[in-house]
């Protein structure tokens, strides 16, 4: 259960469906009714833009105070070129597959989410992972970048000030829309901070993305983790480079690394000195010295929060003409 404490009181925030249903038991049909139109709903949204989720299933469904349900973990979604277009990935959990994918064969995905979608007025794109975004067009202007990150920790903030920590911060998990808006997707290692000074032991998220407190196996503050991740991913989408080579033989490399800073910032580039001052701050080596998400957010490169703009119409230019 995820609770948060905001303006001086206790609140729920949202649990996983499965945990409820483990809780308290079989549902009434009028309950359930509510929750699977909802559900319905939101597959065949995602399918009328040619989506398939591919990992439909009680653990990925949030439920919230208010009784709405949403999906979560984006992880194993694709793109449906037709209603004939065939998978051949095994995707998901067995309990919840279609018999086609436990054979083995090539199967349709949409059939496979159990929800054909109405194909009305024709193909757009609704979302891409930012990561591939930044792949196929490169390093991006700070403009933009700054304006992705205002969005990203405006969102971790809401989460943090509810006692909410990620823990798997990455750009894998950032939805980019073709309206130029940003969200975080992939909750799975999402947990509960009591207090600041609460700590984790679980190891999550990716190595190029973890912090170096985690990747030494200690004890961490999970807040403090997720503001190291941020920094990794406003360098990676400024620059078209990962900060730190994961592919080393051992995590002790990649923390001397990072207790080195030896990434650099191309000088093509010309990233000011106002961003790198405040990627650098993030990736503090010692979490008792970085800043908080609260503190993140006042950096000076993020002065733009006071005056939030949405950027040029470049990124849906560069939708517009791939999709």
């Given at each position: ?298 950096l000076p490169w993020f002065d733009i929060m006071k005056t939030f703009r949405r950027p040029r119409n470049d990124v849906h230019d ?6």
């Amino acid at each position: 259960e995820e609770k948060g404490n905001l303006a001086g009181g206790k609140f729920f925030f949202f649990k996983f469906q499965l945990t409820y249903v483990q809780e308290n038991g079989a549902q009434s049909e009028r309950l359930t009714q509510n929750w699977m139109c909802q559900l319905i709903s939101a597959v065949r949204y995602m399918h009328m833009r040619w989506i398939a989720h591919r990992d439909l299933k009680l653990e990925n469904i949030l439920l919230f105070a208010d009784k709405s349900v949403k999906i979560a973990d984006f992880g194993f979604c694709r793109e449906v070129k037709s209603e004939a277009d065939m998978s051949f990935t095994f995707c998901g959990s067995k309990a919840y597959s279609a018999p086609e994918i436990l054979l083995g064969r090539a199967y349709p995905p949409f059939k496979a989410d159990e929800e054909k979608g109405n194909l009305a007025g024709g193909k757009f794109f609704f979302f891409k992972f930012q990561l591939t975004y930044v792949q196929e067009n490169g390093a991006q202007s700070e403009r933009l970048t700054q304006n992705w990150m205002c969005q990203l920790i405006s969102a971790v903030r809401y989460m943090h000030m509810r006692w909410i920590a990620h823990r798997d911060l990455k750009l894998e998990n950032i939805l980019l829309f073709a309206d130029k808006s940003v969200k975080i997707a992939d909750f799975g290692f999402c947990r509960e901070v009591k207090s600041e000074a609460d700590m984790s032991f679980t190891f999550c998220g990716s190595k190029a993305y973890s912090a170096p407190e985690i990747l030494l196996g200690r004890a961490y503050p999970p807040f403090k983790a997720d503001v190291w991740s941020l920094g990794v991913i406003a360098f990676v989408i400024v620059t078209n480079r990962m900060p730190f080579d994961e592919r080393v033989s051992s995590n002790t490399i990649i923390v001397n690394a990072q207790q080195e800073r030896s990434y650099h910032y191309p000088r093509n580039l010309m990233i000011s000195e106002a961003c790198q001052q405040t990627i650098d701050t993030m990736m503090t080596f010692d979490y008792e010295n970085r800043p908080n998400i609260h503190e993140a957010m006042n950096l000076p490169w993020f002065d733009i929060m006071k005056t939030f703009r949405r950027p040029r119409n470049d990124v849906h230019d560069a939708f517009k003409q791939h999709y």
